[in-house]
């Protein structure tokens, strides 16, 4: 148990919709990753938040957003899914920088249909 | 955008044989780290290498970053069914404005027959 949390497990919805993940860091972790696998893109870094504030930005589509609240937790909000959004979601937490270890969720898999 | 390059993408062997991964790229890296994800859950670290040339050992797992910090291996002496997964080399790189971002390569796909 890598001590991060992520809801839901799985996630199925239809083209057009909008969807939450929510993931709970390590206790103590100030700085939360999104990352979106794909079978042909692999691991693809969207997001990372440190105490509250934005901090580093990938490959991340103007249709999807994030935040991360007071109490550390973090949230990805993905709109207007297409097919192509299928995928497996993961949250990671650090004590600060991608420098030190990273601890993953167990994902979440979304399947846009 | 850095990119990091593995191979191979797919491997299979038997328990008992040696077997390397390999991670390119021409970007050079503050610090590499290598990952190990098994289906259904996240990946999980195995080690961090900082320095150019250093090697370091885990059980039967040797790990070794080049001197230039562009690449780094991974070298699996007597496979064994456990070590089946998939195996993600990451680099860290200054982003700039104070931030760090970690990149993944596609992974290696292990599987060990017993």
């Known amino acids: 148990d890598s001590g991060v949390t992520q809801t839901p497990k799985h996630l199925i919805t239809a083209t057009g919709q909008r969807v939450t993940l929510r993931c709970s860091p390590r206790?103590?972790?100030?700085?939360v990753y999104w990352y979106q696998q794909s079978l042909d893109q692999g691991l693809q870094f969207l997001i990372q938040?440190?105490?509250?504030?934005?901090?580093a930005k990938g490959n991340i589509l103007e249709r999807f957003s994030a935040q991360q609240f007071p109490d550390l937790h973090s949230e990805l909000n993905l709109s207007s899914l297409e097919l192509g959004d299928s995928a497996l979601y993961f949250c990671?937490?650090?004590?600060?920088?991608?420098?030190?270890?990273?601890?993953f969720g167990s994902g979440t898999q979304l399947s846009v249909l | 955008t850095q990119l990091l390059e593995q191979s191979p993408q797919f491997l299979s062997i038997q328990e008992g044989e040696n077997l390397t991964v390999y991670c390119n790229s021409s970007?050079?890296?503050?610090?590499l780290q290598w990952y190990r994800q098994e289906p259904g859950e996240g990946p999980v670290l195995l080690v961090t290498?900082?320095?150019?040339?250093e090697v370091k050992k885990l059980k039967r797992l040797t790990f070794q970053f080049g001197d230039a910090r562009k690449d780094s291996s991974l070298h699996i002496t007597a496979a064994q069914p456990g070590d089946t997964g998939l195996y993600l080399c990451?680099?860290?790189?200054?982003?700039?404005?104070?931030?760090?971002?970690?990149?993944f390569g596609k992974g290696t796909k292990l599987s060990v027959i017993p």
């Open positions: 206790s103590g972790d100030l700085s």
């Open positions: 990671a937490s650090s004590v600060g920088t991608p420098n030190e270890k990273l601890f």
């Open positions: 970007s050079v890296f503050s610090s």
């Open positions: 990451a680099g860290v790189a200054y982003s700039g404005a104070g931030s760090y971002q970690l990149t």
């Open positions: 938040y440190y105490n509250g504030e934005e901090r």
């Open positions: 290498v900082v320095t150019g040339g």
